[in-house]
């Protein structure tokens, strides 16, 4: 779906219409509509052409098309497919892909540092209830998920410390495990404590995804009805800036992991 994105902006940015672009490719244009809507491929040859077309002088960023178009990767989500909505394997592709990733969490612990006990209690509070069956399914691709070795910075203010998804128990076990992965060489973790000053406007929770470029970054929000992917350049921007702000008045690595060992010892 982002290769179909990238191609349709190409086009646009060329000044060209689908019709145009489908007679210098010698295709007809519902073939162009197809590929720029995800619904078909194109070869590494067809896509080199497109760009030549669009006068898209990027080298760098042609290649990068190329690599997406011509990946037949079948990861581990694979097995998902048709058990779990489609936006957990578009999730576990995008981590597959990503060069980095960053994120700021407000009110949950992220999903890839979640203990199993505390993904378990979060699902299990979705309305319309979950069957047994689809919330272990859940926890499991989460549990998949947190496989992932990429760059890892995390930003967690304290009320997602604080807030028990389920038993003093489970929060214990939670925070336990995030000291622990805190001294993983690719995760860095800071805190937000709740009377640190200079919060304002840097409060959005979000996950900012690095592509193998900076213009196919990719910043992932919450919804009600799964996960929105956003793309666009001045967007991508926006929260670059937003992720460096938290950055700026959150707690250093140190002195994070002595707040969440304080906030354990009160359990």
């Known amino acids: 779906m982002r290769l179909a994105t990238e191609l349709r902006r190409l086009r646009e940015a060329a000044g060209l219409t689908a019709r145009q672009a489908a007679a210098l490719l010698g295709v007809s244009p519902a073939q162009i509509t197809h590929i720029e809507s995800g619904l078909a491929g194109v070869s590494e040859q067809r896509l080199r052409r497109l760009a030549s077309h669009y006068a898209c002088t990027d080298e760098g960023f042609v290649d990068a098309l190329v690599a997406m178009a011509t990946d037949r990767t079948r990861g581990w989500w694979e097995e998902y497919r048709g058990l779990l909505p489609t936006s957990f394997l578009d999730l576990a592709e995008l981590d597959h892909h990503a060069v980095f990733r960053n994120q700021v969490a407000v009110l949950y612990v992220p999903g890839l540092l979640q203990t199993e006990e505390y993904a378990r209690a979060v699902f299990s509070a979705r309305v319309p209830e979950l069957t047994d069956e689809e919330l272990e399914l859940r926890v499991r691709h989460r549990m998949e998920r947190q496989k992932l070795a990429i760059p890892y910075k995390v930003v967690i203010h304290e009320a997602a410390l ?6 003093r128990s489970a929060s214990r076990s939670q925070l336990a495990r995030l000291l622990e992965v805190s001294e993983a060489d690719h995760i860095t973790l800071r805190v937000i404590p709740f009377d640190l000053d200079g919060f304002a ?12 470029l900076p213009r196919l970054d990719t910043v992932v929000r919450d919804a009600p009805h799964g996960s929105v992917f956003i ?9 670059r800036r937003n992720f460096r702000r938290v950055q700026g008045v959150s707690l250093a690595p140190a002195r ?10 009160e359990l």
């Open 162 to 167: 604080r807030i028990r998804v389920s038993d």
């Open 256 to 265: 994070s992991r002595e707040l969440i060992n304080d906030l354990a010892k």
């Open 201 to 212: 406007n840097a409060s959005s929770a979000m996950t900012y995804t690095g592509g193998p």
């Open 231 to 239: 793309d666009s350049g001045a967007q991508l921007d926006t929260y």
